[in-house]
């Protein structure tokens, strides 16, 4: 029996490669731009200067948020349905 | 029809596969997961320097304190000492000459080496990536520190040299 999903998938192959590539970049795009935070935070406490400090806490958190709202859009696998 | 493969197989047969090739094997999805997890981490870390600098700030240094006598410490030399605080900070104390003193924290402003001073250059170093700082300002003159080195008053009474916080 065949599915909407399932033709879906057959009609584009690709569409599960190109948003799980797409995720994972973006992810690791956030991911950069938090260690980069976290560096500068660091440096930055040593000199006391608190509002740096609250501001990229502030960035870092919002790019987590961001992170786990995007894994809502992973795709679910490819079920291996195909009829012996 | 068959059943889908991954629903036969239960979960705990997937975290302890046969084949060594499935139990190395980290899937995108996986990947995408752990990426998310480092970055919860990432914005903890992050969240936690602002806790840490707000709930507990670093308090100044309260008093005089008292560190050794004058005739101790020759002209061009320098003399080591620690302030228990909330953390112990090791200091170094320099005489100048000409009634010039300075204290300095000992701790070099890029990674933490122990500066020391060199009279016969007049300036104080670190030994570790050749920093030089100005032993009367504590400014950088030359090399990667990127901060002057906090500096104490030194304070002379009666022979006893004293140090405390500076402009208080
Ligand atoms: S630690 Fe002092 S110059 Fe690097």
Same mark, same amino acid.
């Given at each position: 029996?065949?599915?909407?999903?399932?033709?879906?998938?057959?009609?584009?192959?690709?569409?599960?490669? /190109?948003?799980?590539?797409?995720?994972?970049?973006?992810?690791?795009?956030?991911? &950069?731009?938090? /260690?980069?935070?976290?560096? @500068?935070?660091?440096?930055? #406490?040593?000199?006391?200067?608190?509002?740096?400090?609250?501001?990229?806490?502030?960035?870092?958190? #919002?790019?987590?948020?961001?992170?786990?709202?995007?894994?809502?859009?992973?795709?679910? %696998?490819?079920?291996?349905?195909?009829?012996? | 029809?068959?059943?889908?493969?991954?629903?036969?197989?239960?979960?705990?047969?997937?975290?302890?596969?046969?084949?060594?090739?499935?139990?190395? !094997?980290?899937?995108?999805?996986?990947?995408?997961?752990?990426?998310?997890?480092?970055?919860?981490?990432?914005?903890?870390?992050? &969240? #936690?320097?602002?806790?840490?600098?707000?709930?507990?700030?670093?308090?100044?240094?309260?008093?005089? !304190?008292?560190?050794?006598?004058?005739?101790?410490?020759?002209? @061009?030399?320098?003399?080591?000492?620690?302030?228990?605080?909330?953390? &112990? /900070? %090791?200091?170094?104390?320099?005489?100048?000459?000409?009634?010039?003193?300075?204290?300095?924290?000992?701790?070099?402003? !890029?990674?933490?080496?122990?500066?020391?001073?060199? !009279?016969?250059? @007049?300036?104080?170093?670190? %030994?570790?990536?050749? @920093?030089?700082?100005?032993?009367?300002?504590?400014?950088?003159?030359?090399?990667?520190? %990127?901060?002057?080195?906090?500096?104490?008053?030194?304070?002379?009474?009666?022979?006893?040299?004293?140090?405390?916080?500076?402009? &208080?």
């Amino acid at each position: 029996m065949s599915d909407f999903r399932q033709s879906q998938n057959e009609a584009h192959p690709n569409k599960t490669n /190109i948003l799980l590539t797409g995720i994972i970049l973006l992810l690791i795009l956030f991911v &950069t731009i938090q /260690i980069w935070f976290l560096f @500068g935070a660091l440096n930055n #406490a040593l000199q006391e200067n608190l509002n740096f400090a609250i501001t990229t806490a502030v960035g870092s958190l #919002a790019f987590a948020f961001a992170s786990f709202w995007l894994l809502r859009y992973l795709p679910e %696998p490819i079920k291996n349905s195909k009829k012996k | 029809m068959s059943k889908d493969n991954r629903e036969e197989i239960p979960q705990w047969k997937q975290d302890f596969p046969i084949q060594q090739k499935e139990a190395t !094997h980290v899937s995108r999805r996986e990947f995408a997961k752990f990426l998310t997890l480092l970055s919860g981490a990432l914005a903890v870390g992050n &969240t #936690a320097i602002v806790v840490k600098s707000l709930a507990f700030p670093e308090k100044p240094l309260v008093g005089e !304190h008292p560190i050794c006598l004058e005739s101790e410490v020759a002209e @061009g030399e320098s003399f080591q000492f620690e302030i228990q605080g909330s953390k &112990t /900070i %090791p200091y170094l104390l320099i005489n100048l000459g000409e009634g010039e003193w300075r204290a300095f924290e000992q701790k070099c402003t !890029h990674l933490s080496c122990a500066v020391k001073y060199r !009279h016969d250059i @007049g300036q104080i170093e670190c %030994p570790c990536h050749k @920093g030089y700082f100005n032993p009367r300002t504590g400014n950088v003159i030359q090399g990667p520190p %990127p901060r002057p080195l906090p500096q104490l008053e030194v304070v002379i009474r009666e022979g006893q040299v004293f140090v405390k916080a500076q402009n &208080t």
